[in-house]
């Protein structure tokens, strides 16, 4: 529990997340505006109870498996006797307080969304797919099809990519990252109310929508917008093929009913479980999420048919997968890997920087040395030569951002702003990668945008 008596954080040491873990509470914004529910989860989060070992009652109830779980984190339990009294180790003594009990359910509850999420892309697609066929409008588009000028795969491709912008665009609302920093709030006012994602996310969770086609409309002006930016909304000019004219031609000039885009959006934006419908946390989305999707797509074939105006996604015997070496790497796995052939570099890369820097002068200032210091970080060159989706790229991108973060602002845990703004470098100068799936290099090319996405600059890469 650290606090500067402006703000409160709870932070979980556990080496293996790839980034801080930590719960923040505003006291000044709680105790100037008198906000009692906030204050009161604060009372309720951060009592002494919470982090007291729980009684002898308590500890029975935890199941084996748990105590199993629990003794593996602490080095001196062990490990033949699982079912040794708690009070013997330090560690599992704190691992058994409510805390770290909700830790452990909430990690299994967003497994749970993860699982619903990859099922919600597809079913995304389908939606989107449908609707197109289907709306009297879009005759060019079906005969596109019809007469083999657009591939099923084209338009499937086409259909993934929409996805993949709304995905984006999602998560820089959820982030604050969208509008330009200076943005004024009558103009934040007016793209919440008006344009942003949001407030269709929110139509979708109370409305099932019609025949009209106003809400897409709206949808496909905000990326023609954001390809060259809107000063008037805030909107920066973002560019990239993702929201280029030559990522959806057929989809841009296509019309779309309200029914399948809040469908679509729907299915992406809300899991249900237990028969209640929760919106998904596109603030906190993470590369192991995005895996997920790309894996679930690997085993799905596009089948369109034309007559019915349908667009379905099938489980298939193709060998894509096999062909192409596409397989998701556990998280783990690539905590392992860049211990043991990242660190190394970095280390190796920091002493010659400042052997370098003792030999130019025997007085060398700070300012110099981490100039130095930061060069040898974006000197190192990572190349991953089958990306997926992305996930050992971001690992390595995200700790070389921080190494390279705390060189610029001599802090152990750098702020949010500083590992954004080291993420960008990072990523412009250290990162590389290559798939023989095209899914693959489009997906993982997402990953580093959300990653990298500052305020009001261009996805630059």
Not at 109 to 114: C, D, L, N, S, V
Request: with cysteine; net charge negative.
């Amino acid at each position: 529990f650290i606090s500067n008596g402006l703000q409160l954080r709870i932070l979980r040491d556990n080496a293996s997340l790839r980034r801080a873990a930590y719960v923040e509470f505003d006291l000044e914004s709680m105790m100037a505006g008198e906000l009692y529910a906030e204050f009161a989860l604060l009372w309720l989060v951060c009592h002494q109870s919470r982090v007291e070992r729980l009684g002898d009652a308590e500890i029975g109830r935890l199941e084996i498996g748990d105590v199993r779980d629990l003794r593996a984190e602490d080095d001196e339990a062990d490990s033949d006797d699982a079912q040794s009294p708690i009070s013997q180790s330090p560690n599992l003594a704190i691992a058994s307080s409510w805390l770290e009990r909700w830790s452990k359910l909430a990690a299994e509850q967003g497994t749970r969304a993860m699982d619903a999420l990859r099922d919600g892309v597809a079913e995304a697609i389908g939606a989107l797919g449908s609707g197109f066929l289907a709306h009297p409008a879009n005759q060019g588009l079906r005969a596109r099809l019809r007469g083999g000028d657009l591939s099923t795969q084209a338009y499937y491709q086409q259909l993934r990519r929409l996805v993949y912008r709304l995905i984006f665009l999602f998560v820089a609302e959820e982030r604050d990252l969208l509008l330009l920093p200076d943005t004024a709030p009558a103009m934040r006012k007016r793209y919440d109310a008006y344009y942003s994602l949001r407030r269709v996310r929110t139509m979708a969770g109370i409305l099932r929508g019609g025949p009209h086609t106003d809400l897409y409309r709206q949808v496909r002006l905000l990326f023609v917008l954001l390809r060259t930016g809107y000063p008037d909304l805030g909107l920066p000019g973002l560019g990239s093929f993702l929201f280029s004219d030559r990522s959806t031609p057929d989809l841009d000039s296509a019309e779309l009913a309200n029914q399948h885009l809040l469908a679509a959006i729907r299915a992406l934006a809300y899991t249900v479980e237990n028969s209640v419908r929760r919106p998904v946390d596109y603030r906190n989305l993470d590369s192991e999420e995005l895996g997920s999707i790309y894996e679930s797509l690997l085993d799905l074939h596009p089948d369109v048919n034309l007559v019915a105006a349908t667009f379905a996604l099938n489980l298939g015997a193709g060998s894509e997968r096999k062909t192409t070496g596409s397989h998701y790497t556990p998280t783990p796995l690539v905590e392992s890997l860049l211990d043991t052939a990242l660190e190394p570099v970095v280390a190796e890369r920091l002493k010659q920087a400042a052997g370098v820097t003792s030999q130019t002068s025997s007085v060398t200032s700070d300012s110099s040395r981490m100039t130095r210091e930061e060069a040898a970080i974006l000197s190192i060159k990572v190349l991953d030569g089958a990306t997926g989706s992305g996930h050992m790229l971001i690992g390595a991108g995200r700790r070389l951002a921080r190494h390279l973060a705390r060189i610029r602002t001599g802090e152990d845990e750098p702020s949010p702003e500083a590992l954004r703004a080291a993420m960008r470098d990072v990523v412009r100068h250290c990162l590389y990668g290559v798939d023989l799936n095209d899914m693959a290099v489009e997906l993982c090319k997402v990953a580093l945008w959300m990653e990298s996405l500052e305020p009001g600059k261009p996805l630059s890469f």
